[in-house]
């Protein structure tokens, strides 16, 4: 088997509960037109009581395998992508792991907010190259509903619930091309959702709630200048060329972010995959849901060459480059 890494297994998951943007209307000082206009969001799944980041990402893990026909036992690790887990420990890879029968695989969860598949699936892949393991299962879930405060209009409107899996294997062929990460802490007060561990002085600040904070027009221009950036760098890095690339699959956080993203990039708006529309922003399943689709619709096809590309809390970001196959 060789030490390349490609996508043999994809599966995604999200709750059946439809909320519209008329629905958030009975909630919060909000308008269909303005949440449509400014983020290009008509609706989004939310999770049920019962539903959690574990169960979404066994559900989307189990249609991975399924594709791929690889059985659980095969698995030799598992990383889960989360930032809103239903424990903070265990991991939320180790309930995967379980819940699969995937007997022989080590699990961890990566915290690298929206960012966190691109960085799981970089990782996932750095696992094959070494030639440790032959077949790594990622999955991004997140249930945002839970870390939302339902009275902020600026935040409650933009996000949704749901979760996708890959799995990747070994193979002699090139499917990962390349991949580029980045961090900027400095911007960690633009978002962020207070831990358990907050300070007496930040529990206080926080009233005893825990609801994500974001900073909306310093996160939008980040997200802009640095999708642009950190696409081209894993493209040049990949040894293409732009107009090689047949398909963008951006974080799916904003209509606009994507389309000013693409426009800096010279694409055009047929070459990048949004469905923000059905979703909205589900930070860390966003990717893995929009490439499920991709590859369901025939967006993405054999030989195709598709830049994955993310942004979020950290500051964080990465793209990764890869050739379907
Ligand atoms: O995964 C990464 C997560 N985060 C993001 O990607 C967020 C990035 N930022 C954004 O997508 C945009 O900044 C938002 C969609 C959050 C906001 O859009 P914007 O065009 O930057 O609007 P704004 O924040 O400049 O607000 C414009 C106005 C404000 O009113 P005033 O101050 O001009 O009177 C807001 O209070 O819109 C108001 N507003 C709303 N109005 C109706 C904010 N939220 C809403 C709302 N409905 N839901």
Request: with cysteine; hydrophobic share 50%.
């Amino acid at each position: 088997m060789g030490r390349h890494a490609g996508i043999t297994g994809w599966g995604m998951y999200v709750p059946q509960r439809v909320v519209t943007n008329q629905e958030l209307e009975a909630l919060v000082h909000t308008t269909d037109a303005w949440i449509l206009a400014r983020t290009g969001i008509r609706e989004r799944h939310i999770a049920a009581d019962h539903e959690t980041a574990s169960s979404m990402a066994i559900a989307a893990s189990r249609e991975a395998l399924e594709r791929a026909s690889l059985a659980p036992e095969a698995l030799d690790l598992v990383i889960a992508a989360t930032v809103t887990p239903e424990r903070l420990f265990p991991a939320t890879a180790s309930v995967v792991q379980h819940a699969l029968g995937a007997n022989r695989a080590a699990a961890f969860d990566l915290n690298a907010a929206c960012s966190g598949f691109v960085y799981a699936l970089a990782t996932a892949w750095q696992f094959i190259a070494s030639g440790a393991y032959q077949n790594v299962l990622v999955v991004g879930s997140e249930v945002y509903s839970r870390i939302l405060d339902w009275e902020d209009r600026a935040t409650c409107v933009l996000f949704g619930d749901g979760a996708g899996a890959v799995l990747l294997q070994a193979q002699e062929r090139p499917g990962l091309l390349s991949f580029v990460l980045g961090s900027d802490g400095g911007g960690a007060d633009l978002l962020y959702v207070p831990g358990l561990g907050a300070s007496p002085v930040e529990r206080a600040r926080q009233d005893g709630r825990y609801h994500l904070q974001m900073n909306g027009r310093e996160v939008f221009r980040f997200a802009v200048s640095i999708m642009a950036d950190v696409s081209r760098q894993a493209v040049a890095e990949a040894g293409l060329e732009m107009e090689h690339v047949e398909l963008l699959i951006p974080h799916q956080a904003n209509r606009r972010i994507i389309l000013a993203a693409a426009k800096a990039l010279g694409l055009a708006p047929e070459r990048v995959l949004i469905n923000v529309d059905r979703y909205g922003n589900t930070s860390a399943a966003s990717i893995p849901i929009a490439l499920c689709e991709a590859v369901q619709s025939g967006c993405l096809k054999r030989g195709d060459h598709a830049v994955l590309v993310g942004f979020g809390g950290g500051l964080s970001w990465g793209a990764l480059a890869l050739e379907w196959s």
